[in-house]
């Protein structure tokens, strides 16, 4: 039920902080069966339409593929050097391809360039086999990952993204996504940006034909099938600000750059990302009882950035509530009270801040004076 709410409050936002835009910098009218628009930082839907929508999400698969991969690199279980035996089950993969020869021992450095910069489904196969034996263990893996990072209206039947009744994502998901490997795979991410990649004495060029075009944009993910239509997870980076778009069934390869583009200057031109509190900086004291010290420094565990209507700063409004009484021993870390935001005096959100130091229990003095002064209170 809390994460429900979390979820209809930040979509409520993005509706409040539209209606507060200054003259001249509305969305304009944007071509897609679905589409959002994310903040990176604050993580705040700056626009959507049917985003909740289940669609067919086409080679936007392979970010699942890619996640599953890159956490394999980081546990070791992988290695970018490793030498992949190719099968006749990837080589003979439908679709786009990055010209594999079975038998053929690419290592996973090549496979994952051939995944990402040539949407190869070759390649997709012939890394899921790398990681898990078959493209099927492999398939339980992404859905547990889409499970564990709460992609509620996501299932996977294969890693290529070839049509299937029972496979699908949104593109609310696909963005949440998206930004899982921005944040989490830093060091593969510049992947997503490369133009063209050339193997096999072929060179195929990036679909995201946004690349170049804006010199901003680094990325992410074109997808197409019959029944998908044309479908461009893009990402780009702005005067320290980033920006994730997804559109669905765009209409045609042209229609997809078009609208992406729309959605990624919207959401530039009209918002500023504001950075309230740095990961570690005290928000309040609040008052302990039972401690070994009266109050303790509470914040966030991470950098807390918010995104609202370009030059309207002042009409947000933050008021601390305490989970009082907090009663010592308390943790670094733990939970002791909420940040409740408003904007034009509605709701913006809700946000756990937390203790960012460790409280003691008291000595045997101070307990008692503080249980009477509790039941006094």
């Avoid at 539209?18 to 589409?35: C, D, M, V």
């Avoid at 209206?153 to 609310?172: M, V």
């Avoid at 740095?278 to 004291?285: A, C, F, N, T």
Wanted: glycine content about 6%.
């Amino acid at each position: 039920m809390r994460l429900l709410a979390a979820a209809v409050l930040c979509l409520s936002c993005s509706e409040i902080c539209a209606q507060a835009l200054p003259a001249g910098t509305q969305l304009p009218p944007i071509s897609a069966r679905s589409y959002i628009l994310l903040d990176f930082q604050s993580g705040k839907v700056l626009a959507s339409r049917s985003a909740e929508l289940r669609v067919e999400p086409a080679s936007l698969t392979k970010l699942m593929t890619a996640y599953v991969v890159f956490d394999a690199l980081r546990q070791k279980r992988l290695a970018l050097t490793q030498a992949v035996t190719v099968s006749e089950k990837a080589w003979r993969a439908p679709g786009s391809r990055m010209f594999l020869e079975v038998g053929s021992q690419p290592i996973v450095e090549m496979l994952l360039h051939g995944m990402v910069v040539q949407s190869g489904n070759d390649a997709s196969i012939a890394l899921a086999e790398a990681v898990a034996g078959t493209e099927e263990a492999f398939v339980e893996l992404m859905n547990r990952e889409a499970a564990r990072l709460s992609l509620r209206d996501t299932r996977f039947q294969n890693a290529t993204g070839l049509p299937h009744p029972l496979h699908y994502s949104t593109a609310a998901d696909l963005a949440a996504l998206a930004s899982a490997i921005i944040r989490e795979f830093p060091q593969f991410f510049p992947m997503y940006s490369l133009r063209e990649y050339r193997y096999n004495d072929i060179t195929q060029y990036n679909r995201n034909r946004l690349l170049g075009r804006d010199p901003f944009v680094d990325g992410m993910k074109t997808g197409f099938t019959e029944s998908a239509g044309f479908c461009l997870v893009a990402t780009a980076r702005r005067q320290g600000r980033r920006l994730i778009s997804v559109v669905i069934d765009a209409g045609s390869d042209s229609g997809r750059l078009a609208e992406s583009q729309k959605l990624l200057n919207y959401g530039f031109e009209a918002f500023d990302t504001v950075k309230l509190y740095s990961r570690g900086q005290p928000v309040h004291e609040l008052a302990v009882w039972k401690g070994g010290k009266d109050a303790l420094k509470a914040g966030f565990a991470h950098d807390f950035y918010v995104t609202i209507p370009r030059g309207l700063n002042d009409r947000l409004k933050a008021q601390l509530e305490s989970m009082q009484p907090l009663l010592a021993p308390i943790y670094a870390g733990e939970r002791v009270g909420t940040l409740r935001l408003t904007f034009d005096g509605q709701p913006y959100g809700d946000y756990m801040v937390v203790a960012l130091e460790n409280i003691g229990i008291a000595n045997m003095f101070v307990r008692p004076w503080h249980s009477l002064r509790l039941l006094l209170d």
